[in-house]
C-alpha cells in the first residue's frame, strides 16, 4: 500500500447545494489528509484543460458550462489536495459512480446527482481517477506552494524580479 495524492472539486451543483461540509465530512471517513484547499473560480481555459481527455465528446461543451458555474450562476468551485493510503480508490468510492443513476445509492454521486434533460452527468464532484492523472491535475489547479507537501518535481522561476518555485 502506496500513500498518493488526488484532486477532489467540488462541482459548482455542490456548493448551490450548500453540500460543501456534507461531502468534507464524508470525505474525512477515509481519515486521508487534506493537504491544499482553494476556492477556484474556473475560466473557460482551466475548464478545457481539465477536461481535454472529453474534447470529442458530444456533451463537451455543456461539461465546460457545467465546470465554469454557467449552469449554476455559481462560478465556484472548491478544489482539495488529498493525501495518503490508496488515496486515489477510497475518494472514488465515496463519490461514487460518474452515471449518478448508476451510483451507489449512499455515495455522493448516487445521493446527490442527477441527469440533466440534455444528457450531462451532473455529479457533485470530481476525483481523479490514476496516479497520473492526479499528477496532471493536481499541477493544473495548484501552485506547489498551495499545497503542504512537496509532491512533485519543481524549479525556481523569475518573473518581474520575484523568485518563485514552479512545476518542472
Ligand atoms: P469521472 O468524473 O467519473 O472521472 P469522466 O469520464 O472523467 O468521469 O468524465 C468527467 C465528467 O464528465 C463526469 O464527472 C460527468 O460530469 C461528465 N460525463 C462523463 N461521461 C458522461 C456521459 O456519458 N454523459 C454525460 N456526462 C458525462
Ligand atoms: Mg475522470
Redesign the pocket.
Known sequence: MKNEATLVIIKPDGLKKSLTGNILSRLSETKLKIIGARVVKVDEELARKH?SH?QDKP?FPE?VK?ITGQLHGENRVMALVYWGREAISKVRQIAGA?NPEEADPVSVRGAYGRILTS?????VI??S?SPDEAEREIKLWFEPDEIVYDLYRTEEKESGGIRKRAWK
Not at 444528457?119 to 455529479?123: A, F, H, K, P, S
Open positions: 477536461y472529453l456533451f461539461l457545467y460518474t444528457g450531462l452527468y451532473e455529479n470530481h476525483a481517477s
